[in-house]
């Protein structure tokens, strides 16, 4: 079974700075994907970045990046230059390639607040 | 614009009665999932469906049920066997592959007085 564990319940940044939101995967499978979701107060899930298992490169997009360590089982999101509007709840997810298409597993989240 | 519609956004209902919770998707996709979201907790698995017809139990299955007649619709209904239904659900879907991202629909919060 996956398991997806995020440690820090709440973080507080100060706008323009970096922040790195922690996330940790347990899963005996080779081919796997990870994703980060932001959610707002408006409970909507908007998809931010996602790394493949085989990639060797992080992904970026923006503003956000995936430090993707395999050895440690570690796919860390780098928020950069944070604004106000990146307040909001951040869940890390895996999903892997075993039979088809298998749900995302979640983690229990982050609460990110970016301090003016 | 192509997405995925749930319906509605907010329901109250008696606590002991069925409820049913729509969610809508012209994406074309085949898979559609449904999840539950506690406070505090991340999301939860409760059904899964990879193509017409057919859907699998998440984690937390007892008391839901599902069907899947349509590629673009697969309703949850939370039965009075559900003995904490008051929470926020979602529905998402997505295309085949380990690498697809999921499509979220913009929730449902049910509240069972």
């Known amino acids: 079974a996956q398991k997806i564990t995020q440690t820090q319940p709440g973080m507080f940044v100060q706008e323009k700075e970096a922040v790195t939101l922690d996330c940790t995967y347990d899963t005996s499978d080779q081919s796997y994907g990870l994703f980060w979701y932001k959610q707002p107060s408006s409970g909507e899930m908007i998809f931010l970045i996602y790394q493949g298992s085989y990639d060797e490169q992080n992904a970026t997009e923006g503003r956000y990046s995936l430090n993707f360590q395999k050895a440690r089982k570690s796919a860390n999101l780098v928020i950069s230059a944070s604004q106000l509007g990146d307040s909001a709840m951040y869940f890390c997810?895996?999903?892997?390639?075993?039979?088809?298409?298998?749900?995302?597993?979640f983690g229990k989240g982050t609460r990110l607040s970016v301090i003016a | 614009d192509g997405g995925i519609t749930q319906s509605p956004k907010y329901l109250f209902r008696k606590e002991g009665q069925n409820v049913t919770l729509s969610c809508e998707q012209n994406?074309?996709?085949?898979?559609m999932y449904w999840y539950r979201q506690d406070p505090g907790q991340g999301l939860r698995l409760i059904y899964y469906?990879?193509?017409?017809?057919?859907?699998q139990k998440g984690d937390i299955a007892e008391g839901y049920s599902v069907s899947r007649e349509k590629k673009e619709s697969f309703p949850l209904t939370v039965t009075s066997a559900q003995k904490n239904p008051t929470a926020f659900y979602l529905c998402?879907?997505?295309?085949?592959?380990?690498?697809?991202?999921?499509?979220f629909g913009q929730g449902t919060r049910l509240t069972v007085v």
């Open positions: 997810a895996m999903r892997v390639e075993v039979g088809g298409n298998t749900p995302l597993v």
């Open positions: 469906s990879q193509i017409v017809n057919d859907f």
């Open positions: 994406l074309n996709h085949d898979a």
């Open positions: 998402a879907s997505s295309l085949t592959g380990v690498l697809a991202e999921a499509f």
